[in-house]
Every structure is written in structure tokens, then in C-alpha cells.
């Protein structure tokens, strides 16, 4: 059963360009979300983080946003640059990390 | 040391030996978390330790997997009879605490068995 999950597998956005990565989950009694990013061949990269009580947390370029009702969240960069090509995972903290699936970003120069 | 550190960072096995893979977690996290990540998916949960215990197990496939964490720092995942379905990247994290912090991975163990 899939606690969290990342329905698109990849994304392709211009670089300049917004790139708004999706995950929603299904336990309610989640209250804590990361999102990670990773290279080929390296372990994830921790990237920004959001707790319940909240519902936007912004660190320079990238902003997320938590709809608790929805049990959705989402990761907005702004403006993507070629660099943040890469996968990218969400987690949500259930004692252990429980990731998603994935969405691989692609930034076009 | 500066992070996590995995070692050896590639190992390849033939089916049904035994191996075990290291994890040096930041110094002064408590809590160390195994997971290991297939080609596609995201990473899987194993096993967790707060300090020297381990707080959640429910993750490994098998009793084939077995990890210790006996002085609350370094960690051994250890695999018995390794099957060709147990190649994956064997990931390692450390946080401060566990719970509502960030944790942090080591690059992982790229593991082959033919």
C-alpha cells in the first residue's frame, strides 16, 4: 500500500520557467514532509522541508506547499535553471522517512 | 566526519554469499536509517535505530537481512545467502533525532549479485 505517492514519473519545463513537482499521501496522521533531490549515482539531497502546522514554507527559489485537507503537497521552483534537473523525491515522517515514487525534472536550456 | 559515509561504495557478490555493507552516520546523530532503492522507485524503507536499539524493523524483506548499530554509531547491514533480487543501491541516512527532522544520506552502496 502506498502511503505517498508521486503520480507523474517525469516532468519537462523550460529553464526560466516554473516546476511544480506534485505528492500527495494518505495518512492523516502525517505532520511532517522533505523533499530530496538526487543525482545519479549519489544519495538523496535534502532540499526543504514543511510541518503540518504550516502550509507554505519558501527558501529561495523553491517554495512548498501543504494542503492538509487535500493530503497534497507540492514543490514550486522559480525560475528552473539546467541544474535542477534531477529526481526528485517526496517523504512524509512516520517515525521512519516513507518516500514516493519519484518525479524526474528536466530543465531545457 | 563532514556526512554519512557508505563503504564499500560498489560491491558485487555471487548468489548465496554473504555480505555486509558499512554506514558511518554524522557524528551525534541518534537515529540511523537503512533503505534501499531499486532502478524507478523511490527508496524503500528497512530499518531504523534509535541509539543502539533498533525502533522499527518492519522493513526488512527477510531474516536473510539482518543490522546492528552496537555502540550507537556505526552501522552494519548484513546479508545472508544473497539472492540476485537483493541487487539494488543500499542507502544509508542519519538525523539528529528521529521524528520531525531532516536526515541525511550517504551515497550509497550499489550492490550487484550475479
Known amino acids: 500500500d502506498q502511503q505517498v505517492k508521486q503520480n507523474s514519473p517525469s516532468l519537462s519545463v523550460q529553464e526560466g520557467r516554473i516546476s511544480i513537482l506534485n505528492c500527495d499521501y494518505t495518512?492523516?496522521?502525517?505532520?511532517?514532509f522533505l523533499w530530496y533531490k538526487k543525482y545519479p549515482a549519489e544519495g538523496p539531497t535534502f532540499l526543504i522541508s514543511?510541518?503540518?502546522?504550516?502550509d507554505k514554507n519558501e527558501d529561495g527559489r523553491f517554495t512548498v506547499f501543504l494542503n492538509k485537507s487535500a493530503k497534497h503537497l507540492s514543490l514550486h521552483i522559480v525560475p528552473s535553471q539546467p541544474g535542477d534537473s534531477a529526481v526528485y523525491f517526496c517523504?512524509?515522517?512516520?517515525?521512519?522517512?516513507?518516500f514516493g515514487q519519484g518525479t524526474e525534472l528536466s530543465v531545457k536550456p | 566526519g563532514a556526512g554519512v559515509s557508505q563503504t564499500p561504495s560498489n560491491k558485487v557478490t555471487e548468489k548465496g554469499k554473504y555480505v555486509e555493507l558499512r554506514c558511518d552516520p554524522i557524528?551525534?546523530?541518534?537515529?540511523l536509517y537503512w533503505y534501499r532503492q531499486s532502478l524507478g522507485q523511490g527508496p524503500e524503507f528497512l530499518i531504523y535505530?534509535?541509539?543502539?536499539?533498533?525502533?522499527?524493523d518492519s522493513g526488512l524483506p527477510n531474516d536473510r537481512f539482518f543490522a546492528v548499530r552496537p555502540e550507537g554509531s556505526v552501522s552494519t547491514l548484513k546479508i545472508q545467502r544473497t539472492e540476485r533480487g537483493d541487487s539494488a543501491v543500499y542507502l544509508c541516512?542519519?538525523?539528529?533525532?528521529?521524528?520531525?527532522?531532516?536526515?541525511?544520506f550517504g551515497q550509497g552502496t550499489r550492490l550487484t549479485v550475479v
Open positions: 541516512a542519519s538525523s539528529l533525532i528521529p521524528g520531525n527532522t531532516e536526515a541525511f
Open positions: 495518512n492523516s496522521m502525517f505532520d511532517y
Open positions: 514543511i510541518s503540518s502546522i504550516k
Open positions: 517523504a512524509a515522517v512516520g517515525g521512519k522517512l516513507i
Open positions: 557524528s551525534g546523530h541518534t537515529a
Open positions: 535505530f534509535q541509539g543502539t536499539g533498533a525502533a522499527d
